[in-house]
């Protein structure tokens, strides 16, 4: 199953559709994939996404190359997901792209979707990282009509003393009809 402990509960029943954004090598597509999800990884880095791929030949999983804050091969193949999830991401996102990277993911939830992100803070690991913070995250949320769901703040599970994490799930309001999307783009 998959180890998301703070997002476990909250999951769509399988076989629901996870875009994950920045699936690095995998881990959480694979986990995912074995649960029975159907998985679109997206990946930018053609050296993480082989790997990826020879970690986790799953049927499941269709591997997509793009990035943040466009999503642009994502968004014209006009793909739609119960969950997006963005693990250990959104510090590399600048700040000044992030409403429209949000705004990307966003557009690829159905209604009643989940957005799980994980927010990390602390200094910089030499990979270009940004800070980031709850409140920021819960404006541009608040500015796309999402509720949030969840928030868990956790240490570094590589025992980092100056770092830290916060887990975040928001949800897009389902208005029963399926028309949230249509009108969210619309209005946007």
Do not use: N
């Amino acid at each position: 199953m998959v180890t998301r402990d703070w997002l476990a509960d909250l999951l769509p029943s399988p076989p629901a559709v996870v875009i994950d954004i920045g699936a690095g090598t995998g881990r959480d597509a694979g986990a995912f994939a074995a649960a029975g999800y159907e998985v679109i990884a997206i990946e930018p880095s053609s050296g993480m996404r082989v790997e990826a791929e020879r970690r986790h030949p799953s049927p499941r999983i269709r591997w997509l190359t793009d990035s943040l804050p466009g999503l642009t091969t994502a968004s014209r193949a006009g793909l739609a997901a119960d969950v997006v999830l963005l693990s250990a991401v959104w510090q590399h996102v600048a700040p000044t792209d992030r409403p429209r990277a949000f705004r990307k993911m966003v557009s690829l939830l159905r209604s009643g979707g989940l957005l799980a992100m994980t927010l990390r803070h602390g200094p910089d690991d030499g990979r270009g990282g940004y800070p980031v913070t709850l409140a920021e995250v819960e404006t541009l949320a608040r500015d796309h009509g999402m509720q949030v769901v969840r928030t868990v703040a956790s240490p570094d599970l590589q025992g980092r003393s100056d770092v830290s994490w916060t887990a975040m799930v928001l949800r897009l309001p389902d208005d029963g009809t399926g028309a949230l999307p249509l009108l969210r783009h619309l209005i946007l």
